[in-house]
């Protein structure tokens, strides 16, 4: 792969993740059935080959948005091991977007996959 083209792929990999890391972390934290923080998350995602590729600061900024959007709730608790710890959880309405955006993912993964099924 020359330069040129290993920067385009860079690029090209940014972008789709940047559009699906809200899905993946909403997922995860339906999945989990309990409150997680962060760093558990990042390790999910890590330990599943996840859509953020080892880039722990990508989460946060994603967990804010999503949590100021309704779609998750916020709590911090003391650590014994470290400083505070802000736990996640899905809320209702963010169940509801999931599905939705779940619907949506589907469509256009078949999409895709449809037109990129007519290539060699």
Request: proline share 4%.
């Amino acid at each position: 792969m020359t330069d040129a083209s290993a920067h385009v792929q860079k690029k090209f990999e940014k972008e789709l993740a940047s559009g699906t890391v809200s899905l993946v972390l909403l997922a995860v934290l339906a999945q989990a059935g309990e409150p997680m923080y962060g760093y558990q998350i990042a390790k999910r995602l890590e330990d599943s080959g996840g859509v953020l590729g080892g880039k722990q600061s990508t989460l946060y900024p994603v967990l804010r948005n999503l949590d100021a959007a309704g779609l998750l709730q916020s709590r911090i608790e003391p650590s014994v091991s470290g400083p505070p710890r802000r736990y996640y959880r899905i809320t209702e309405t963010g169940r509801a977007v999931l599905a939705a955006w779940t619907a949506t993912w589907r469509d256009t993964r078949d999409s895709v996959d449809a037109v990129l099924g007519g290539t060699s």
